[in-house]
């Protein structure tokens, strides 16, 4: 399993706030397609490299349907093939370190 982490931001709405895009994207996944946590920078979601570059290619297209004329996507894909890797897998992994 690999690990993403997605913000998809829309441009030029003449206001800052972005939440209500936020939010069409969690509906999204909350479907239940894959395992994800929003974050307050993004969100991280959990699959396979293939799934979760699908994935934010369809997410990426929700702010158009809302009639943006400009979206920014930025995608980090962490894939981990000695072992395997699922959602906040990391933070434990430092949380026992400062013990």
């Keep these: 399993?690999?690990?993403m982490e997605l913000s998809v931001v829309?441009?030029?709405l003449g206001t800052p706030s972005i939440g209500d895009y936020i939010a069409d994207i969690q509906k999204e996944l909350a479907k239940g397609e894959?395992?994800?946590?929003?974050t307050d920078m993004g969100t991280i979601i959990e699959g396979s490299v293939s799934g979760l570059l699908s994935l934010a290619a369809r997410l990426?297209?929700?702010p158009?349907?809302?009639g943006v004329k400009r979206?920014?996507?930025v995608v980090i894909?962490?894939?981990r093939r000695d072992k395997k890797v699922l959602l906040d897998d990391k933070v434990k992994s430092v949380q026992a370190r400062l013990k």
Aim: hydrophobic share 50%; glycine share 4%.
């Design 1 to 3: 399993m690999a690990l």
């Design 10 to 12: 829309p441009l030029g």
């Design 34 to 38: 894959f395992p994800y946590k929003l």
């Design 60 to 62: 990426h297209e929700l």
């Design 64 to 66: 158009f349907a809302r």
């Design 71 to 73: 979206v920014q996507t």
């Design 77 to 79: 894909i962490d894939d």
